[in-house]
């Protein structure tokens, strides 16, 4: 008897405890409607909702869990109101930023190509869909229609993506890079805008500075003979010395470990 009753009991577990998981299963659409709500508190628990625990302070989402475009649109519609009601660093909107990474779906490439100024994770995160990406950063690492913070964001990913891939960006890619390092190197006019705070003299050296020190960095990685020549040429904001600082010099990725991290990857090593 008993050895007939353990495969049903067994079955039976299953059933239950695959009833539980199911049961535990956010519901999207519900969350969808909260999510677009405006209401920020409803939007915190719909947040909740979705994923209650941030191992390392960010949200991850249970293994299998599928976020359906409606949801992916609905957070990234949230993060935008909330940035339009002047809260890029608002504990909600931070949340919510932390949701987009965390569903690692396409339809988040623009909006966190505009959001990656002091988030590291949302610079690997838009790293880690390739480098179908460098275009987008490259149009908005020059745009004069840019914020500095979004300039110095995209920047700074490109700066990345140099040392995340090296060779393999590719003739095209590697041209809009260098053209964005040109531009600040040489000092782009009239490129800082925004709110009259980021318009004070003091505030405009440092966010050239930090433009510049990105594309010096990029210059000395790339050891292009034309950028490297910009690169001598080019007086820094803050000192108004030519030619790449020490400091920044040694910030420069390493073109060879970008080769190494290739082949690496291409060997299924990493």
């Not at 880690?128 to 995209?154: C, D, K, R, W, Y």
């Not at 006019?189 to 500075?209: K, S, W, Y």
């Not at 010096?216 to 790339?222: F, P, R, S």
Request: proline share 9%.
């Amino acid at each position: 008897m008993r050895t007939t009753m353990l495969p049903a009991a067994l079955a039976l577990g299953w059933c239950l405890a695959a009833h539980g998981a199911a049961a535990q299963e956010p519901d999207q659409a519900a969350i969808v409607l909260e999510l677009r709500s405006g209401d920020g508190g409803r939007i915190g628990k719909a947040l909740d909702r979705l994923e209650p625990h941030h191992p390392f302070f960010f949200a991850r989402y249970p293994e299998g869990f599928e976020p359906t475009a409606g949801l992916v649109e609905a957070l990234v519609a949230a993060y935008e109101r909330e940035v339009a009601l002047g809260k890029p660093n608002g504990e909600l909107s931070i949340s919510i930023l932390e949701h987009i990474i965390a569903t690692k779906h396409p339809l988040t490439i623009d909006v966190l190509t505009r959001s990656l100024y002091g988030s590291y994770p949302a610079v690997e995160a838009l790293l880690n869909f390739g480098p179908s990406v460098i275009p987008g950063l490259a149009e908005l690492a020059t745009s004069p229609e840019a914020t500095p913070h979004q300039a110095n964001g995209a920047m700074f990913a490109l700066r990345e993506a140099v040392a995340w891939w090296g060779p393999e960006l590719g003739p095209g890619n590697l041209e809009a890079i260098r053209a964005a390092a040109i531009l600040h190197l040489e000092g782009a006019p009239d490129f800082i805008r925004g709110p009259p705070a980021l318009l004070e003299p003091n505030m405009q050296v440092h966010t050239r500075g930090t433009l510049f020190d990105d594309a010096a960095v990029i210059a000395e990685a790339l050891q292009d003979p034309g950028l490297s020549a910009v690169a001598r040429d080019a007086r820094h904001p803050s000192t108004g010395e030519p030619g790449i600082p020490d400091r920044v010099r040694e910030n420069a990725p390493s073109w060879e470990r970008a080769r190494q991290r290739g082949e690496a990857r291409r060997g299924g090593g990493g």
